[in-house]
């Protein structure tokens, strides 16, 4: 009732110009104000679940249960073991014996991987041929690393006796033969990722 009141005196001074009764009227406004700051706020609390869905996590939102990867058989290329004891001489045989044991592995597993790029080759990229072709390719790269493994023990060798003055002739032979394997396999992964892309 004395919002009413208030609201009419506001109009009332409005009109007819009177500052009395407009100062009176602005005292009185507190009256008017708060009434409707208070419906505004009651609006702004109220409940709307009726209205409007809870944005708290639903049971079938959360996540249950262990993610356990497949494991794929051909990615486990089997890692060759290499004996570094003994003198130099023995030392280089082991890498060497490691490389062409997984230069021997690369090579087996390159007739599968023919097979496989040349079924993608012009298929679009996400396909079942394509993504076959790039696990094919992956094993490749997986027997390529174990090739070029022995290539960072015969450079810390190289190293080592080039700092200490001694004749690194053995170790450079070795290394090259290493390389030699490393580049052959580099120049059929090129080859088949060209067919694939």
Not at 29 to 44: E, M, S
Not at 48 to 56: G, K, V
Not at 66 to 90: N, Y
Request: with cysteine.
């Amino acid at each position: 009732m004395k919002s009413t009141l208030a609201a009419r005196k506001i109009a009332s001074s409005l009109v007819h110009g009177d500052a009395r009764d407009m100062e009176n009227a602005m005292i009185d406004r507190k009256h008017l104000v708060a009434p409707l700051a208070a419906i505004l706020l009651a609006g702004c609390a109220s409940t709307a679940s009726d209205r409007y869905p809870s944005l708290a996590i639903r049971d079938v939102e959360r996540a249950e249960g262990t993610f356990e990867p497949v494991p794929s058989p051909r990615l486990d290329v089997p890692k060759v073991e290499v004996d570094l004891a003994g003198g130099l001489e023995a030392r280089l045989a082991a890498l060497l014996d490691h490389a062409r044991a997984a230069h021997t592995d690369f090579t087996s597993a390159v007739p599968d991987a023919e097979r496989r790029v040349e079924a993608a080759a012009g298929s679009a990229i996400g396909s079942d041929s394509w993504a076959a072709a790039q696990v094919a390719l992956a094993d490749l790269d997986s027997a390529r690393s174990n090739t070029a493994i022995a290539l960072g023990d015969l450079d810390i060798l190289f190293t080592a006796a080039t700092v200490q003055a001694e004749d690194a002739a053995a170790i450079a032979a070795t290394r090259d033969a290493v390389v030699a394997l490393v580049a052959e396999e580099d120049a059929v992964l090129e080859r088949l990722r060209a067919r694939v892309r």
